[in-house]
């Protein structure tokens, strides 16, 4: 039985609580929250013990954390761990400095522990079995990725200020795509942006539209479009283009009803937010944890493909400030 | 907390004993079945105990049975379960016999007791949607509904045998779906059909592929089309046409991919078959009961639509074999 | 270079007539039709002349006749073309009553005139596609036919007073469908009817909605479902099952836009009516009655398939009329 | 009754000749062609006569001239056709060079003749519904616009040479569609590319996949992603996003045949190339022509649009050359 400890009892950490206790040989058995009194609801449905992290990480028997708390916490979290030689299931980004996100790269190394950052969306039944026909050769080798990424809303202006700016708290998701899809890294980049839909956003320093190009070392190529506010809802396309056809990923609905009337013939917009679209992928993502855990294979995103996606989204802010394309 | 005793550890059986144990306040605490090694096997997953039939109907705590067992066994369960006071959900049919079947409703209604029976597409997300739209008036009074409704393959020729033939083993689904899509009930019916699959099931006595028409009390037309298998997998959509315009259900797909190819553009098959595709359907299903039974209100599925499904399978048979329509 | 006459300057007229001038080596030498106005303006158009019916059959170098005037004109004008040994383009119905139908059908055998019934469906480019996949043996063999055919008005009750009623006037188009796409004939037939969208329909004694069900011979299944008032438009899909697979024919839609609001995701309805949704397959019809003339090949849709469209739509009106299934 | 002179017997004057014979009050007077055969072939088939160039602008009855011959032949006849006084309707581009271009724009404005530049997807309908709908408000102010442009393959590598490279020879129709589309003038502009597809075409100096990125003077942003080589066909989208919602331009099929097998469910390929996906553009462009001649109203693609297209290829061509973002 792998005994767990999981950090912040918010939102994702609830998603996360219901996914980690439906694996066999798995017990969430603390929870671990400044909010006492949700860390003690969260606890009390699940059957597991409200602590302190200190306790958390004191107790050898819990072999594994499952990190949902704020982002400003992360790199401590998995500092300790590594330190606690605990494995680790930290949700995206490992942090928002670069420099503190290798800090962290270079313990989970040096303490040898397993750790999954949490880009959720590989997981997704719709992306990976494009990853897995690409990767079988059905449309030849890969040239051409178009990501389109599109919130149905923005957050709080509050919360921009904090989130390291839209490439770092939005795009992060798209940059990991890139290179997963692709299988290739960075050789140029551009970036540029508007803030469109909200003039607070501008204000807070941030824009809320932007428009990534990317050009791989082998000469692939790559374009993001991303806006914060899409009327319809959440957009989360990308398409591949190979020397032998095309993969795309389309739209997930919430059912598959047609309506015609009078004035057209329609279907349902597509999923929510990602709490809808990808609660199927976060429950892979916990499964493949454990699974990988238990047979001591490979994490599918490590954290080092974490510092890359950083990696993108620091240049992508840097050309997009200085108006320029970026060498990587 | 609801006690529930579970008969039947088959796949089914599985299904419902997985979303049973979600509920909230309800406790799998027994489960049934001749074949000793699969109750343990599901008892054990769940913290649930092996026991007899005549254990489960004597443990007074015990308040509701699950009936996921062979058909053949469903009148007695419910005989029994109405005789000691105990709610039912029962998987579809009541029985293969229409007197058999009588007998279990009059039982139900003199206990007084809950039934809910397993109907389980009245439970899933776009078929209960266009239910819903349909009510709010947005395609009018309904006129005109086409039924298809596909197998990807046909059960053993050894299982037909017993099946009680097409229309109560297939379509007994689809006069489901009729009667609570029109909400209207049938006048005439005719029911045609062919053995075009394997010979087999033409010397077992039955037909592999039906065309049935229905029209209401109300003047209301209805076609339902099916085949024990359709090479494309499992095709589970209708249409339903009022004065205003037309809902559709179409198929679900295991993912959104789109491949684009020199030979054309394609997307997945349907979901495989109704474990799949139902999925849902049946963790709602099951919900709902445990829902219905703590606040007392009516079960979307009853009894009595039991009975009516039944009525037309039954007339559907002779039609069928009496190459006439049959007035209702 | 083939001189023509053309028989009626009204709505259909004018789309054969601008098909025929396009057509290599044929001239439309004459327009006949009761209304002068109407021929005159289609004839100057054109640069064709005006005439009365006698004149231009009286004139030998007019080799050919193209029938759009009133269906009650049809069979006199093909016998009296089968006895001027002209070939002819005549719309359907050939005839309301299956005994003039018949004695048209002897007359052209007899003279061994070309002619050319215009089932136009047949030369649509995505029917004719179905077709042709069909033959090549994509999906097997057929088993299975579903049609679905809804206008998006009902006509006139006074044209509906004289139209020989639904099955003669609406379903002949289906039924000519069945045919050719099952290859095979009917061997029962079952309609039935309702009045939904008009009570005056029904007391012209016919009916705006039909459930149709034909067995064939070799024991194939066909559903037809029609409505005389589709909200959402003219719907003209049909599907066919065979062993390996489903061949669909979808709705055209005038544009490929998607709109995606805060609403839904919606593209266009179907194409408005027959003029539009059938503009190609009439273009491709005349191309296709000039070519075979030139050739001396077989007419895709022989004067016999008008006969026999036209027996099923009598035996679907007794069908109707007597509640009772029909054997041909 | 309108004289036309046709400059150009090939491909795309074929087309054109077709378009020219149906507009009412159009007469097609002179073909042009070096290729005396060609010309005479379609003279012949449209009752035009063969003449020369000279003669042609010799005419003044022929008030209007089309130019569907080689791109270097553009710049003189429109300015012959501007010193003559004649109506123009030019094939995209006015010229590979800028400077001549202009000079034809000055010469077109100094006499005040009617000039259309081919950029015939401003006539499709799919396309143009997009405009109207959007000029109408339907999903408020354009924000961003995604255009995917991919052709079946890449045209001879001889013709690549002497084609002004892949942005003025492929992206001029995209560049056009950008303006057209967000109604803004571009402010800064980035263009990447790559050698994917055939390595013929990097030596000839020149790419076969594209990446651009506009961000206009009212800072909406573009992407256009294109290729040469599609192995599933020529690829004509583009989406808008709007404050409201999002239009979307599909791919137009030859046929709405879907087919559902073991392996899928498929539908047709796109169009094969632009003589079919436009074929209904090339019509509605020169009916556009003469109609607007006719009433003395403007044209929907202007030689202005021409030079700004060609202003943009420019910069796109530089920036992929230098490597950086350019300022307009």
Known sequence: MTEVALFGAGRIGKIHAGNLVRQPGVKLKYVVDVNEAAAAELAAKY?????SADAAFADKAAS???????TDTHAELILRAANSGKSIFCEKPVDLDLGRARNC???????????????????????SAIKERLSAGEVGEPELLVV?????????????????????DMLIH????????????????????????????????????????????????AQINTIRRAAYGYDQR????????????????????????????????????????????????MAHFFDALAKGTPMRTTIDDGLKALELAEAATMSWRQKRVIEL
């Not at 522990?113 to 880009?119: D, K, M, N, P, R």
């Open 105 to 127: 790269a270079q313990a989970v190394a040096r303490a040898g522990v397993a750790c999954l950052i949490g880009f959720q969306r590989r997981y997704d039944p719709t992306f």
């Open 238 to 285: 990308f398409e591949v283009i190979g020397s032998k056809g095309m993969l795309q990923a389309a739209n997930h609905k919430p059912t598959e009803v047609i309506a015609s009337t009078a004035s057209n013939v329609s279907s349902d917009k597509p999923e929510h937010f990602f709490l809808e679209r990808y609660r199927v992928a976060y429950g892979n993502e």
């Open 47 to 51: 059957g597991a013990t409200v602590t």
């Open 174 to 221: 798209d940059f990991d795509i890139f290179r997963w899809i692709l299988g290739d890294e960075a050789a140029t980049l551009y970036a540029t942006g508007s803030c469109l839909t909200d003039p607070a956003i501008a204000i807070a320093g941030d824009v809320d539209a932007t428009a990534v190009t990317i050009r791989t070392r082998r000469g692939r190529l």
């Open 64 to 70: 594994a954390i499952v990190i949902a708390s704020s």
């Open 148 to 168: 389109t990424s599109r919130d149905p809303g923005a957050p709080p202006v509050e919360y921009i200020k904090v989130s390291g700016g839209i490439f770092k």
